[in-house]
């Protein structure tokens, strides 16, 4: 499986945008998708996710401002992001994390997608 993320760019403060985060098929075992965004010289840190179940959790500091959600037909989950900050300028990841059995033993792992960079001008 495949992550493909998209959708990262230049705006303005207070601009908005919209990530995509599109799977190469379905995923079995699927337990949740997160956005996770990376600052230079950071370490990447979970921002939001939305669970197979359809619960959703975020970050403060992005709470209001984001919406994660998915598309199970498209197999693609998205990341929309208003009112948009200077700080939240960082290169932006997707993460599928995964849960199935194989002769009763449990297979636990995770795809990421590659960063696409969001930058937002003062």
């Known amino acids: 499986v495949q992550l493909q993320a998209s959708g990262g760019g230049l705006v303005q403060a207070g601009g908005s945008l919209r990530l995509s985060c599109a799977a190469s098929?379905?995923?079995?075992?699927?337990?949740?998708i997160g956005w996770y965004r990376q600052y230079p010289g950071k370490e990447r840190d979970l921002i939001a996710s939305?669970?197979?179940?359809?619960?959703?959790d975020y970050v403060d500091s992005v709470k209001g401002r984001f919406t994660i959600s998915r598309d199970i037909a498209k197999n693609t989950a998205y990341l929309d992001m208003v009112s948009l900050k200077p700080e939240d300028t960082a290169v932006y990841y997707c993460?599928?994390?995964?849960?199935?059995?194989?002769?009763?033993?449990?297979?636990?792992?995770?795809?990421w997608g590659q960063g696409t960079l969001v930058t937002v001008s003062s």
């Open positions: 993460r599928a994390d995964y849960t199935y059995y194989e002769y009763g033993t449990p297979i636990v792992g995770a795809y």
């Open positions: 098929r379905s995923i079995p075992g699927l337990n949740a």
């Open positions: 939305i669970t197979s179940g359809g619960r959703v």
